[in-house]
């Protein structure tokens, strides 16, 4: 009897001491993630799921519509899975001070900061990652996951793999985002770009109708002055020979202004040049 006696206190001792050292590691626990990450908290009606760490995301995709309903119903079925005591497993029937009760309050405070420090990893992972990075930024999450399997051990208190893979849904949605945002990037760029390119064009257009109009301005004004001297003089041979030379530069300006008019109504047209000296390549060429 005495023997058996001994054994309990033994066992109690050594139990107790296994506690201790596990408070220990959780106090450590807690600094880390102190150091890590200032996390804040909103408080609402879910209180309790704020214990786990499991808090409202801030990431850049919270701004799109699509994204955002993507994300509340990944993170609902978190939510879900931690209410349900499915996120992390872990032994019960723990004896601590005598006391099933405070041995179970024991393993459910592990279990909770546990969970707390894998929340924790897994949304500063998914908030850095990239169009870039992802393999590297699951590794960081399997790497944290058995990280909290390896503290947990002796209380067999592991986070679930239903709980993991919405992690790497998580991971993988705001992957998905970052991708559509650098190709929006990249869009963005190339409407930049041809925005420029319109507005260096709209300006030799105008700059080309400025210097045309001037010239049919000019050879309209000549037309006047060359018909005026015709009718003093109507079958004055050097002045026909001028007013039709004067005609055909006013056809030709104006031909260009209906080119400017194409130009300016089809901005994004090309033009094909035509090199007519015949020392270029030789006649019919």
Same mark, same amino acid.
């Given at each position: 009897?005495?023997?058996?006696?001994?054994?309990?206190?033994?066992?109690?001792?050594?139990?107790?001491?296994?506690?201790?050292?596990?408070?220990?590691?959780?106090?450590?626990?807690?600094?880390?993630?102190?150091?890590?990450?200032?996390?804040?908290?909103?408080?609402?009606?879910?209180?309790?799921?704020?214990?786990?760490?499991?808090?409202?995301?801030?990431?850049?995709?919270?701004?799109?519509?699509?994204?955002?309903?993507?994300?509340?119903?990944?993170?609902?079925?978190?939510?879900?899975?931690?209410?349900?005591?499915?996120?992390?497993?872990?032994?019960?029937?723990?004896?601590?001070?005598?006391?099933?009760?405070?041995?179970?309050?024991?393993?459910?405070?592990?279990?909770?900061?546990?969970?707390?420090?894998?929340?924790?990893?897994?949304?500063?992972?998914?908030?850095?990652?990239?169009?870039?990075?992802?393999?590297?930024?699951?590794?960081?999450?399997?790497?944290?996951?058995?990280?909290?399997?390896?503290?947990?051990?002796?209380?067999?208190?592991?986070?679930?793999?239903?709980?993991?893979?919405?992690?790497?849904?998580?991971?993988?949605?705001?992957?998905?985002?970052?991708?559509?945002?650098?190709? !929006? $990037? +990249?869009?963005?760029?190339? /409407?930049? *770009?041809?925005? @420029?390119? &319109?507005?260096? =064009? %709209?300006?030799?257009?105008?700059?080309?109708?400025?210097?045309? !109009? $001037? +010239?049919?301005?000019?050879? /309209?004004? *000549?037309?006047? @002055?060359? &018909?005026?001297? =015709? %009718?003093?003089?109507?079958?004055?041979?050097?002045?026909?020979?001028? $007013?039709?030379?004067?005609?055909?530069?006013?056809?030709?300006?104006?031909?260009?202004?209906?080119?400017?008019?194409?130009?300016?109504?089809?901005?994004?047209?090309?033009?094909?040049?035509?090199?007519?000296?015949?020392?270029?390549?030789?006649?019919?060429?």
């Amino acid at each position: 009897m005495r023997k058996q006696i001994y054994s309990m206190t033994r066992t109690e001792a050594a139990l107790s001491q296994r506690c201790k050292n596990l408070t220990n590691q959780i106090s450590i626990l807690e600094n880390t993630i102190q150091q890590k990450r200032n996390e804040i908290i909103e408080l609402d009606e879910k209180i309790t799921l704020q214990d786990f760490g499991l808090y409202h995301p801030t990431y850049d995709f919270m701004r799109s519509d699509e994204y955002k309903a993507k994300l509340l119903s990944i993170r609902e079925q978190q939510k879900e899975l931690i209410m349900k005591n499915a996120a992390v497993s872990g032994s019960g029937g723990v004896i601590y001070n005598k006391s099933t009760t405070q041995g179970n309050k024991v393993i459910s405070d592990m279990q909770k900061l546990l969970l707390r420090a894998f929340n924790s990893e897994c949304d500063d992972i998914i908030s850095h990652v990239k169009f870039n990075n992802y393999d590297a930024s699951k590794q960081r999450i399997d790497k944290s996951r058995d990280s909290i399997s390896k503290l947990g051990k002796l209380m067999n208190i592991v986070v679930t793999f239903p709980y993991y893979e919405l992690k790497i849904e998580e991971l993988a949605l705001a992957f998905d985002y970052q991708i559509k945002k650098q190709q !929006e $990037k +990249e869009e963005l760029k190339e /409407q930049r *770009a041809m925005l @420029r390119e &319109e507005a260096k =064009l %709209l300006k030799e257009i105008e700059e080309a109708r400025r210097k045309a !109009e $001037k +010239e049919q301005m000019h050879y /309209q004004n *000549a037309l006047v @002055r060359i &018909e005026k001297q =015709l %009718l003093a003089d109507p079958s004055n041979h050097d002045l026909l020979e001028k $007013k039709q030379e004067i005609t055909n530069g006013l056809d030709d300006v104006e031909k260009v202004l209906k080119d400017i008019d194409y130009r300016q109504a089809n901005k994004r047209a090309g033009y094909v040049y035509v090199i007519s000296n015949i020392g270029a390549f030789g006649e019919n060429v």
